[in-house]
Nanobody, 120 residues
Framework: QVQLVESGGGLVQPGGSLRLSCAAS????????MGWYRQAPGKERELVAA???????NYADFVKGRFAISRDNAKNTVYLQMNSLKPEDTAVYYC??????????????WGQGTQVTVSS
């Protein structure tokens, strides 16, 4: 079984920074891409950033140079560095992985989410 575990969320004041981590574990053969999504109360879940194993990156427009995604392929881990945080960034952040398990099946997998709250 493949699992994704997020960490690093919490309460931060406006203008502050957080670094989210997501580690994939289990019977993984390879990971094509990993990414971060977020969902605020009453809103649709939206893509924040994604990165492939080869390093191709896709950012949402609202990041505006404030966030950076990176990965450690050897550890099957993806990171999201969030700077200059604003109250509108408040949401549950979810990790997603597009991967092949050890049985050769391609299976998108989601983490449980980590809460990010930006408030004075």
């Amino acid at each position: 079984q493949v699992q994704l575990v997020e960490s690093g969320g919490g309460l931060v004041q406006p203008g502050g920074s957080l670094r989210l981590s997501c580690a994939a574990s289990g019977s993984i053969f390879s990971i094509n891409a990993m990414g971060w999504y977020r969902q605020a109360p009453g809103k649709e879940r939206e893509l924040v950033a994604a990165i492939t194993s080869s390093g191709t990156i896709n950012y949402a427009d609202f990041v505006k140079g404030r966030f950076a995604i990176s990965r450690d392929n050897a550890k099957n881990t993806v990171y999201l560095q969030m700077n200059s945080l604003k109250p509108e960034d408040t949401a549950v952040y979810y990790c997603n992985a597009d991967l092949f398990n050890a049985y050769g099946r391609r299976r998108p997998t989601w983490g449980q989410g980590t809460q990010v709250t930006v408030s004075s």
